[in-house]
C-alpha cells in the first residue's frame, strides 16, 4: 500500500492576472484527517475545485491517488471513481428537490426487469446515512427549505455514504461552519470510525479548534503560496496557527466605547412570535450587542428573520425611537425604511445578488430605501461609501466593478456585512455574521459591528459560534422551545454558552486522537 493516499505536487492556478495557486505540494496519508487553511482568497476552494474537475490547473502540476497519477486536467467521474468526493462550500444541493433525492441522484439502484427506481430501498439508504449523522430532517422535505445546518448535514451524508472503507479521499470545503458544537461533535465522532478504516479527510476549514482539535496534519496556505505543508498539529497550539495563518499574531480586540445611552430608548420587542418562536419579549439598547443562541429550532435563529419581516410572524411589535412595527404587517422594505437590517446566514440564496459587482451590492439597499422615497444618494457619495466598506473590511482583491460571484467565499460574506452596515441602521440583526471568514477577517467584522454599536446602533446576533458570541456579545440569551429560557450578562465566555446551550452534555474535545 502506498503511503501516500493523496500526493499534489507543484500545482498552480491562474484566473486572468491572478495567481491563486502557487506549486502547491502536499501528502495526505491513508487514514488520517489533514486540514487545509488558509485566509480568505488564499485558495483552498480553487484546490478543491482542480482535484474534482471544476477547475482546469495550470500546466505543470501533478496529482497522485494512491500511486497512481489523475490526469490533469481532472475528469469528474474519473476523480469519483478513484474515490474522491467533495462537500463544495456552496454545498451543491438542488434546492427544488427532497431530500432522498439530492442524497441518492447518481446512485439510483433501478430493478432489472422494470428499470423502475426502488424508491423503498433509495429511501432505507437515504435514512441509514442521515440516522448515522443524528440528522432527523425529513426524506420528503424540499431541501430549499431546509435551515443551513439540515442543507449542511444531507451535502455531508452525501458524501459520507460514498466512502469505501479502507479507501478515498474525502473533501469537505467550509461544510462544518454552520454545525453548531452538538453536531460538530456527532460529526467527528462519525469521522473518526471513517479515517479508522483508513479512509483520508482533507478538511477546509477557518474554526481553528478543528485543526487543533480533530486533525492530524495541516497545510496553510498564504496568497496561493503552501508556506507550511503537511505539519503534525500535535503539540500546535492555536495561537502557533494564527501566526501561521497570517504570518503575524493576532491583535487584541479594542472595543470602542459606545455612547452614553442614558436618555436614549431601548428597542423594545414584545410579544414577537413565529413557527418556532413562542411570544418573546426584550430589549436591545443602542450601542448593546445582544446575542441570542440554543439548540436547532429552539426559536433563536427565527427570530432575526420575524423582526425584519422577511419571515411571516403570528404576532408581536418592535419599538423604535420613532415608530411602532406591528411586525405581522410589515414587510423587509418597511423595516428597512425604519431602520431594521438583516445580515442572513444564507448569502448566496438571499444575501447578494453574484452577477452583480461589489458596489451594486452595497448600493442595493440605499437604492430600495430611495426608491421608497427615503433618501436620495448621488454616484459620488455612492462610491466613497462603496471605497469605504471595501478598506474597511479588508474585502479583496478590493476592486469595486468585480462580480461578487468571483469573490471568495469569506470575501462575499464581507460584502454581505458591508451591504447592510453602510444604511446606518437603527437595528442591526444578524445571522451567523462571521460564517466562513478567516480568523484575520472575523477581527475585522467584529470590529466593524462594534463600530456600529459605538455609533448607537442596537445589534442583536443569532448564532451557534460559541466564540464568536462570546467575542462580539454584551449578553446572551439562550433559546429553548421557542422562549428564552437562560440569560448571560456580562460579556459570557465560550465555555459558559456552550454550558448554557447544552445543558446536560457541555463541551468535550472534538476528537480523541491517540498520540
Ligand atoms: N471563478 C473565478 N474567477 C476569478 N477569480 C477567482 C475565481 N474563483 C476564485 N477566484 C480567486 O482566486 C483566489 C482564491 O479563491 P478561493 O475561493 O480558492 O479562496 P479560499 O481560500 O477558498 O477563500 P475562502 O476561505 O474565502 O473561501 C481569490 O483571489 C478569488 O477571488
Given amino acids: 500500500m502506498s503511503s501516500v493516499r493523496l500526493g499534489i505536487d507543484n500545482v498552480s492556478k491562474t484566473f486572468g492576472r491572478n495567481r491563486a495557486l502557487r506549486n ?17 482568497g488564499s485558495g483552498k476552494s480553487t ?34 471513481n478513484r474515490g474522491l468526493a467533495v462537500v463544495h462550500q456552496s454545498l451543491g444541493l438542488v434546492n427544488d428537490h427532497t431530500v432522498v433525492e439530492n442524497l441518492r441522484v447518481g446512485r439510483f439502484r433501478a430493478s432489472r426487469w422494470s428499470r423502475r427506481i426502488r424508491w423503498d430501498e433509495e429511501r432505507a439508504a437515504a435514512a441509514e446515512v ?49 454545525l453548531n ?69 493576532l491583535e487584541n480586540l479594542d472595543r470602542p466605547t459606545p455612547p452614553a445611552t442614558g436618555e436614549r430608548a431601548p428597542i423594545v420587542v414584545s ?25 436547532p429550532d429552539s426559536g433563536y435563529e427565527e427570530l432575526p428573520y420575524l423582526l425584519a419581516g422577511v419571515s411571516p410572524a403570528a404576532g408581536g411589535t418592535v419599538r423604535l425611537a420613532d415608530t411602532t412595527l406591528d411586525v405581522r404587517r ?36 440605499c437604492m430600495n430605501v430611495r426608491s421608497h422615497g427615503v433618501r436620495p444618494v448621488d454616484r459620488r457619495t455612492e462610491k466613497a461609501r462603496v471605497a469605504k466598506w471595501v478598506t474597511e473590511l479588508d474585502v479583496r482583491p478590493p476592486v469595486p466593478s468585480l462580480p461578487v460571484g468571483k469573490l471568495s467565499g469569506g470575501n462575499q460574506q464581507k460584502v454581505l456585512l458591508a451591504k447592510w452596515l ?29 463600530d456600529a454599536a459605538a455609533r448607537g446602533c442596537a445589534v442583536l446576533v443569532a448564532g451557534c459560534d460559541e466564540n464568536e458570541l462570546s467575542l462580539l456579545c454584551d449578553r446572551v440569551l439562550v433559546f429553548r422551545d421557542g422562549r428564552v429560557a437562560e440569560e448571560l450578562e456580562d460579556k459570557p465566555g465560550a465555555d459558559a454558552i456552550v454550558a448554557a446551550i447544552h445543558v446536560s452534555t457541555g463541551r468535550k474535545k472534538l476528537r480523541a486522537r491517540s498520540a
Fill in 24 to 40: 502547491v505540494s502536499l501528502n495526505v496519508h491513508p487514514g488520517e484527517i489533514h486540514a487545509l487553511v488558509g485566509q480568505n
Fill in 181 to 249: 458544537r452538538e453536531t460538530l461533535e456527532h460529526f467527528y465522532e462519525i469521522l473518526d470510525g471513517v479515517v479508522a478504516t483508513g479512509t483520508s479527510v482533507l478538511l477546509i476549514t477557518h474554526r481553528l479548534e478543528e485543526v487543533t482539535e480533530a486533525a492530524d496534519r495541516v497545510t496553510v496556505l498564504r496568497d496561493g503560496v503552501a508556506v507550511e505543508a503537511d505539519r503534525p498539529t500535535d503539540g500546535l497550539t492555536e495561537a502557533e496557527l494564527v501566526h501561521l495563518l497570517l504570518g503575524r499574531a
Fill in 422 to 450: 453602510s444604511t446606518d441602521p437603527q437595528l442591526l440583526l444578524l445571522h451567523e455574521p462571521t460564517q466562513a471568514v478567516d480568523v484575520g477577517a472575523r477581527r475585522a467584522i467584529i470590529a466593524a459591528i462594534h
Fill in 330 to 365: 410589515t414587510g423587509p422594505l418597511a423595516a428597512i425604511a425604519a431602520g431594521v437590517v438583516l445580515v442572513p446566514e444564507s448569502r448566496d440564496r438571499q444575501g447578494l445578488a453574484f452577477d452583480m459587482s461589489i458596489a451594486e451590492n452595497v448600493v442595493l439597499p
Fill in 130 to 178: 442521515l440516522a448515522r449523522l443524528g440528522c432527523t430532517v425529513p426524506l420528503d422535505a424540499k431541501v430549499g427549505a431546509l435551515g443551513e445546518e439540515d442543507r449542511a448535514s444531507v451535502a455531508i451524508a452525501r458524501a459520507l455514504q460514498d466512502a469505501q472503507s479502507g479507501q478515498g479521499v474525502i473533501i469537505f470545503d467550509e461544510s462544518t461552519r454552520s
Fill in 271 to 295: 410579544g414577537v412570535s413565529g413557527r418556532l418562536v413562542r411570544p418573546v419579549d426584550l430589549e436591545v439598547r443602542p450601542g448593546e450587542v445582544v446575542g441570542v443562541t440554543g439548540l
Fill in 47 to 80: 484546490l478543491a475545485k482542480i482535484l474534482t474537475g471544476y477547475h482546469p490547473a495550470d500546466p505543470g502540476g501533478r496529482v497522485v491517488v494512491d500511486g497512481a497519477e489523475l490526469v490533469l486536467p481532472v475528469r469528474p467521474l474519473e476523480a469519483r
